[in-house]
T-cell receptor, first 116, second 115 residues
Framework: GAVVSQHPSRVICKSGTSVKIECRSL??????MFWYRQFPKQSLMLMAT?????????EQGVEKDKFLINHASLTLSTLTVTSAHPEDSSFYIC????????????FGSGTRLTVV | AQSVTQLDSQVPVFEEAPVELRCNYS??????LFWYVQYPNQGLQLLLK??????LVKGINGFEAEFNKSQTSFHLRKPSVHISDTAEYFC?????????????FGSGTRLSIRP
């Protein structure tokens, strides 16, 4: 079935550095990728929607310059957390709609980001 | 815009007892409804989804849910829970507008199973 591979699964970085998270669709073309953030014991909050070949759409309150999203190809979308701070520590999950009549979504396994 | 409300943040249940996790949605258009399960530090796994047709939907791991349009509800049920069902459960909604519509999640319900 459709698989989205998300890397890294865990990352620890120093405050002020940048971290890149990748999501690859392995056996289907993901023209759209949704990026979510999940704080401990909370729900998934949609951050932004990336579309291959165009600019990402950010949800209200999400800083575009801090969370850089690139959808370079039909199989790769990346989220870069720039100048990370401890408050950016969270669980980040990507999701790609598979489209068609199935109307299914495939989720990555998530990235646990810890900023120290 | 759509929204999802999960009325219970935590539900403690004894093993082998039945359970119902409640979900209500709000939308001005027709929607698709989903239930996902999340185990600690993992991604999401789809339990079941309602797209159209029969209002009673059966999913994996013995779960089922019933779509009730008049009550705008999509409650999740299981007749007999197991310790392994301990996890976080999310109800979610997306609209019919596009096969690439964003999916909105409820706040989640933590199901804890007591032996």
């Amino acid at each position: 079935g459709a698989v989205v591979s998300q890397h890294p699964s865990r990352v620890i970085c120093k405050s002020g550095t940048s971290v890149k998270i990748e999501c690859r669709s392995l056996d289907f073309q993901a023209t759209t990728m949704f990026w979510y953030r999940q704080f401990p014991k909370q729900s998934l909050m949609l951050m932004a929607t990336s579309n291959e070949g165009s600019k990402a759409t950010y949800e209200q309150g999400v800083e575009k310059d801090k969370f850089l999203i690139n959808h370079a190809s039909l199989t790769l979308s990346t989220l870069t957390v720039t100048s990370a701070h401890p408050e950016d520590s969270s669980f980040y999950i990507c999701s790609a709609p598979r489209g068609g009549r199935d109307h299914g979504y495939t989720f990555g396994s998530g990235t646990r980001l810890t900023v120290v | 815009a759509q929204s999802v409300t999960q009325l219970d943040s935590q539900v403690p249940v004894f093993e082998e007892a039945p359970v119902e996790l409640r979900c209500n949605y709000s939308s001005s258009v027709s929607v698709y409804l989903f239930w996902y399960v999340q185990y600690p530090n993992q991604g999401l796994q789809l339990l079941l989804k309602y797209l159209s047709g029969s209002t009673l939907v059966k999913g994996i791991n013995g779960f089922e849910a019933e779509f009730n349009k008049s009550q705008t509800s999509f409650h999740l049920r299981k007749p007999s829970v197991h310790i392994s069902d301990t996890a976080e459960y999310f109800c979610a909604v997306s609209d019919w507008g596009s096969s690439a519509s964003k999916i909105i999640f409820g706040s989640g319900t933590r199901l804890s199973i007591r032996p």
